[in-house]
């Protein structure tokens, strides 16, 4: 069908009174996507201050400090196709299990986002960015994990970056900003966010 051909509900008519059932079948599917849905989208973030020795010689260690901070996303969605959308756009690497894998064998088994606490209308995120001060190995040995963004694997580093991929996604599938909280005013610093499709 041609972008945006909006006689959906005509032609379905059409295949039916002519009983084509594969395009019955692709229709329904396409008016069900289509259809009204809500989507709800809460954010927190948890700061905290993590000491580590830092090796700065054979024989030299030293104490350092860093801010780390975690970030938890909760996204209810009543419509299943728009969460399956979102997953297969974010990508979450496994824990690292200290190092017997050989090199390369995560990137093989890196999965969408939520993969293993899928739910037909839930997702949840949690994630915590690596910062610049924090060496590679106490990240890892912390169980942290980056949330990355498809195609590319960039790294989602904040709450307002999450905001923003699903504004980008939910404002292309139809869905309208309904409300923002706490700052109407400021939507990709929002703690929570409610959008509709009518």
Avoid at 96 to 120: I, N, S, V, Y
Wanted: with cysteine; hydrophobic share 35%; charged share 20%.
């Amino acid at each position: 069908l041609p972008e945006g051909y909006r006689e959906m509900r005509l032609l379905q008519r059409e295949a039916d009174f002519y009983q084509v059932q594969p395009l019955l079948r692709d229709l329904s599917a396409q008016i069900l996507e289509s259809s009204h849905a809500l989507l709800q989208c809460n954010l927190r973030s948890t700061s905290q201050i993590l000491h580590f020795t830092l090796k700065e010689g054979p024989l030299h260690y030293a104490l350092s400090t860093c801010p780390v901070t975690t970030y938890t996303a909760k996204v209810f969605c009543t419509s299943p196709s728009f969460l399956d959308l979102l997953r297969d756009g974010l990508e979450m690497p496994p824990p690292d299990d200290g190092g017997d894998k050989p090199a390369g064998h995560e990137q093989q088994h890196r999965q969408p986002a939520g993969h293993g606490q899928q739910q037909r209308h839930r997702l949840s995120l949690e994630w915590t960015p690596r910062p610049a001060l924090l060496p590679e190995a106490e990240y890892t040995r912390h169980g942290f994990r980056p949330l990355l963004a498809r195609p590319g694997g960039q790294e989602v580093p904040d709450a307002p970056a999450l905001v923003e991929a699903v504004l980008t996604l939910a404002l292309g599938r139809g869905f309208r900003l309904d409300a923002a909280h706490p700052d109407p005013s400021d939507v990709l610093g929002s703690s929570a966010l409610r959008l509709v499709r009518y």
